[in-house]
């Protein structure tokens, strides 16, 4: 039975790869951070008991902050694949916190590289890069376009994306890159602009919000389905040589667009409910970004199956049963504090 270990599991990422490796045979491991509330709401369906037996999924504490912690982890579980999911993700709150954004993301990528060099394992590792490291190159982007990051979290994951590249080429690291555009899913965190937008269409439906605040309508995105990003990911790890892959739907549309259509789909007129608060504008914008994943199209056979029509239906769909669910459930009233970021 081949072992992954995924860093990040408890987030959107974490939580579709781990449902992927488990359906195809593996035992998955994944490292989650102390927090003083349960964190693992997007993986609980795939917990098992630990006192019953052939339980083939494992949780461990760890952080990528902490190295020990990391050196640990990959001593004990001695996994055949890493897949480097963890980060503090959020483009706006990395504004805020660069120090720790750059620790977690760029130091938290050396960390798991070192110690997975000095245990000598010979597993494979993938980084989770991102299409944010084009930043203001114009589009469409692919392999070798010219990085030009435009925020902390950017530069600091080309910094861990130029690190992997050179423990490939100096360690001969089975280590893969996957340049991913924006995914999303009704698993995406609250804060991100297109669950942002989908959560507060299901209120305003159910007449439990009137407006949702957003910041820059004119940014594009090619925006895709997590769940068949994982797949892209899974499937570099599986070649005989490493290599670095964009990964997008070649197709962009701006948050207008976005917003637009999410209203529509729940019957509502979106220039009723928003509102511009600059607070959301960020000190330095990525403009637009579309993908040219014809290298992983060709090399890797992968293509998204999941459109953007399709995208927003879905989460909207499932934003407005959950609340119906928490209603039908006979709880008092769902959070409906607003989403900050
Ligand atoms: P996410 O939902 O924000 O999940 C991030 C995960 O990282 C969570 O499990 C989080 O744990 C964990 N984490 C945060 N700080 C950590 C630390 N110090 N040590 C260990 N784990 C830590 O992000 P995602 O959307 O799944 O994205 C997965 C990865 O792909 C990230 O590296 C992200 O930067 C990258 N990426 C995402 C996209 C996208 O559009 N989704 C595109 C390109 C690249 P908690 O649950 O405890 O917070
Ligand atoms: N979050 C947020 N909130 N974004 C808003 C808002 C708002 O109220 N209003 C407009 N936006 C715009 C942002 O300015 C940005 O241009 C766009 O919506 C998308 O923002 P996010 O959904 O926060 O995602 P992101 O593109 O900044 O970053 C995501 O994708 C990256 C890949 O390109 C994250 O998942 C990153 O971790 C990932 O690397």
């Known amino acids: 039975m081949p072992r992954a270990l995924i860093t990040g599991i408890t987030g959107q990422d974490g939580s579709y790869m781990a449902e992927f490796l488990s359906a195809k045979g593996y035992e998955v491991h994944g490292l989650k951070r102390r927090s003083s509330s349960f964190n693992t709401d997007r993986v609980d369906h795939l917990y098992v008991d630990l006192h019953s037996a052939g339980s083939t999924f494992f949780l461990h504490y760890a952080d990528l902050a902490d190295a020990s912690s990391l050196a640990w982890c990959l001593a ?30 760029a130091i938290g990528a050396v960390r798991l590289l070192e110690a997975i060099r000095r245990t000598g394992l010979p597993c494979r590792f993938y980084q989770a890069s991102s299409s944010e490291m084009f930043g203001s190159t114009p589009p469409p982007q692919n392999e070798a376009t ?5 925020s902390p979290y950017a530069c600091a994951k080309v910094f861990a994306h130029q690190i992997t590249v050179n423990y490939r080429e100096s360690y001969g690291l089975h280590a893969s890159c996957g340049i991913l555009f924006n995914h999303e899913s009704p698993r995406r965190g609250e804060t991100f602009v297109t669950r942002k937008i989908t959560r ?34 899974w499937a570099m790890l599986q070649q005989d040589s490493p290599d670095d892959y964009v990964i997008g739907t070649a197709e962009s549309h701006s948050v207008r667009e976005f917003t637009e259509a999410a209203f529509a789909h729940a019957g509502l007129d979106w220039r009723e409910h928003v509102r511009i608060d600059p607070r959301y504008f960020r000190p330095a914008e990525v403009d637009d970004l579309r993908a040219d994943a014809s290298k992983a199209r060709r090399v890797l056979g992968w293509e ?20 119906r669910r928490k ?7 769902m959070d409906t504090h607003a989403a900050e970021s």
Do not use: C
């Open 200 to 233: 507060a269409v299901a209120l305003i439906r159910m007449g439990m919000q009137q407006t949702l605040y957003l910041g820059n309508l004119d940014a594009r995105r090619d925006w895709g389905f997590a769940g068949d990003y994982v797949e892209a990911m």
């Open 76 to 105: 004990d579980i001695k996994p055949d694949e890493v897949y480097n999911l963890g980060a503090q993700s959020h483009v706006r709150v990395s504004f805020d916190v660069p120090e720790y954004t750059s620790d977690v993301v």
């Open 146 to 150: 010219p990085f030009h990051p435009r």
């Open 304 to 323: 998204p199956r999941v459109g953007f029509q399709e995208l927003v239906r879905m989460m909207v769909d499932a934003d407005l049963t959950a609340l």
């Open 327 to 333: 209603f039908q459930g006979g709880a008092d009233a």
